[in-house]
């Protein structure tokens, strides 16, 4: 199982990123999915996560309508499409995915059983 994220990098306040991140070793038909992150000096929270099994989404009360998740079935990959991007944005983030359920909402609350490789996004003027 690997989940490979991109496309970090360093942003203005108010812009826009958008993440990515190819499964492999596993298919995006039931898995529950998402991203997580970690700013310097802070636990690692969640961020938006997603069923697989019926595109069902849970999103933190700080990036709600402002985040969206999403998936491309035939590409393997899941997208965090950032908008209007704040200063306490900046953190590592991570893909993870729970293998053995779909609800996004658990994986939220309770985390994953695998973890990808993080990237940076960067907020500031």
């Known amino acids: 199982v690997q989940l490979q994220a991109s496309g970090g990098g360093l942003v203005q306040p108010g812009g826009s990123l958008r993440l990515s991140c190819v499964a492999s070793?596993?298919?995006?038909?039931?898995?529950?999915i998402g991203w997580f992150r970690q700013a310097p000096g802070k636990e690692r929270e969640g961020v938006s996560c997603?069923?697989?099994?019926?595109?069902?989404?849970y999103d933190s009360d700080s990036v709600k309508g402002r985040f969206t998740i999403s998936r491309d079935a035939a590409a393997n990959t899941v997208y965090l499409q950032m908008n209007d991007l704040r200063v306490d944005d900046t953190a590592v983030y991570y893909c993870?995915?729970?293998?053995?359920?779909?609800?996004?909402?658990?994986?939220?609350?309770?985390?994953?059983?695998?973890w990808g490789r993080g990237t940076l996004v960067t907020v500031s003027s």
């Open positions: 997603l069923s697989s099994l019926n595109d069902i989404t």
């Open positions: 993870a995915a729970h293998l053995t359920h779909s609800s996004s909402y658990a994986l939220y609350q309770n985390g994953p059983t695998d």
């Open positions: 070793g596993f298919t995006l038909n039931f898995p529950a």
